[in-house]
């Protein structure tokens, strides 16, 4: 018999058949020569072997060995498994998500194809409209009219001034004959009539009747000339009168404040030509007068303030006392409230200072601060009737000022206001055209029943 031996099986091959033929040979010829001692030694050997605790631990190290190797196979398979698995759901997923993403795509572009279509309708109709919208915009042949003739006014009114000064006070009576009824009838039926009780219409009252009836008397003429030339035309830098030239009311309310000071400002200074002041239509007006001096500080300052605060008196009387319910009542509107909504809207320290406590503080405010305008614009006049030069710089300034913002307004307001009447024009010609195709469409319905 031939020992084998265990641990040949973990040599590599050219190890173990030198050891095979070795021991072979060495086996062979000590069982030949010695039989017994090989049998005996042979059989401590498989004692050996089976009792050593060193070949034991081998053998169970070898067997450990053999079943991790196993175990390291099967790890390896399953992992291989694992990730060919991993790999075939990953390429599904992925092969999903480049779906919904195709999907996606397409549902935009669809999309967008659809909103460029609507831009392309909302481009045109927004063009139809705007056209429609243009015609609303732009002013008629009205506006226009009135506005050359408004122009050409006031270049016959600079004409004038230029050429023949000395027409003036004529043209102003001409101008108060027409613009003063005008205004009667207008305010009467804007519900405006209380307009009529201000200042402005009390003092051209006393000029043209100063002009017609008493242009004699030097006294008189000096309190109409402080009051027009005065308080009157300082109301057109305080109040920011604009002269717009296509409106009527703008005109008016402007050359109201402005004739009746230029007016007796050229009656002072710029008398006729000999040849004229025979026409018997100029020789009724006495030119010159206030060159000799005799106009005191009475005339200057005095008679004209108690002049402002009979007025003063009669409009607290007319407006805030005898009219005060019916002025309410029936919706008529006053300076006092007109002054109050202009500066709630401006809302600067004037408003906030006149406007706190009770009512009968504010008009009592309010009518200090007139009071201090008039006394101001008096003692401002002072320098202006004795200096000619100073009294041509202030018309200058009464003509420009409310040029400027006439321009201001006309090209600021006017537009503005020109559109909010276009797009109230434009909602009413499309609900007008709304309730017509309903119409419309009733009719067929009720012919088709």
Not at 31 to 42: G, N
Not at 306 to 329: D, E, M, P, R
Not at 343 to 368: D, E, H, Q, Y
Request: net charge positive; proline share 4%; hydrophobic share 45%.
């Amino acid at each position: 018999m031939v020992y084998q031996d265990p641990l040949l099986a973990y040599l590599p091959d050219a190890k173990v058949r030198r050891r095979k033929k070795k021991r072979a040979s060495l086996n062979e010829d000590f069982a030949v020569t010695q039989p017994e001692t090989w049998h005996k030694q042979y059989q401590v050997y498989q004692d050996w072997r089976d009792t050593s605790p060193t070949l034991q631990r081998l053998k169970d190290n070898a067997v450990r060995f053999q079943q991790t190797c196993d175990a390291v196979k099967r790890g390896i398979q399953q992992a291989q498994s694992q990730i060919v698995d991993q790999v075939d759901s990953s390429r599904d997923a992925v092969v999903v998500a480049l779906k919904q993403q195709l999907k996606s795509a397409r549902a935009k572009l669809r999309r967008a194809l659809q909103q460029q279509q609507q831009n392309q309708q909302t481009s045109e109709d927004l063009g139809a409209d705007l056209i429609a919208f243009s015609k609303y915009v732009s002013g008629g042949k009205q506006e226009s009219q009135n506005f050359a003739i408004g122009s050409l006014l006031f270049a016959a009114l600079v004409f004038v001034c230029g050429s023949a000064p000395w027409l003036l006070p004529q043209l102003y009576l001409v101008f108060a004959a027409v613009a003063l009824p005008w205004r009667v009838y207008q305010f009467y039926r804007k519900r405006l009539s209380f307009y009529l009780l201000d200042f402005c219409y009390w003092a051209n009252l006393a000029a043209v009747w100063f002009l017609v009836a008493a242009s004699g008397n030097a006294h008189m003429g000096t309190m109409v000339y402080a009051l027009a030339d005065g308080p009157l035309a300082g109301a057109l830098l305080v109040w920011q009168s604009a002269w717009v030239f296509g409106s009527a009311a703008h005109s008016v309310s402007v050359l109201i404040h402005l004739l009746p000071g230029l007016a007796l400002f050229v009656r002072r200074h710029f008398p006729p030509p000999e040849l004229v002041s025979r026409i018997s239509l100029l020789s009724s007006t006495q030119y010159g007068g206030e060159h000799d001096g005799s106009a005191t500080f009475w005339w200057f300052l005095v008679a004209p303030f108690v002049f402002y605060a009979t007025w003063q008196t009669a409009y607290w009387l007319i407006v805030q006392v005898c009219c005060q319910h019916y002025i309410k009542k029936h919706g008529y509107e006053t300076s006092y409230s007109c002054l109050a909504k202009r500066a709630a809207k401006t809302n600067n320290i004037w408003n906030r200072i006149v406007r706190k406590g009770c009512k009968a503080r504010r008009l009592c405010m309010f009518g200090g601060i007139q009071l201090v305008f008039t006394l101001a614009c008096l003692l401002l006049f002072i320098p202006l009737y004795h200096s000619f030069y100073l009294s041509c710089i202030w018309q200058v300034v009464k003509f420009a000022v409310p040029v400027y913002y006439g321009s201001r307004y006309q090209c600021e307001k006017v537009p503005q206001h020109q559109v909010i009447k276009a797009v109230q024009s434009k909602k009413v010609h499309v609900s007008l055209t709304a309730e017509a195709k309903a119409a419309m469409t009733v009719k067929k319905t009720v012919s088709t029943a």
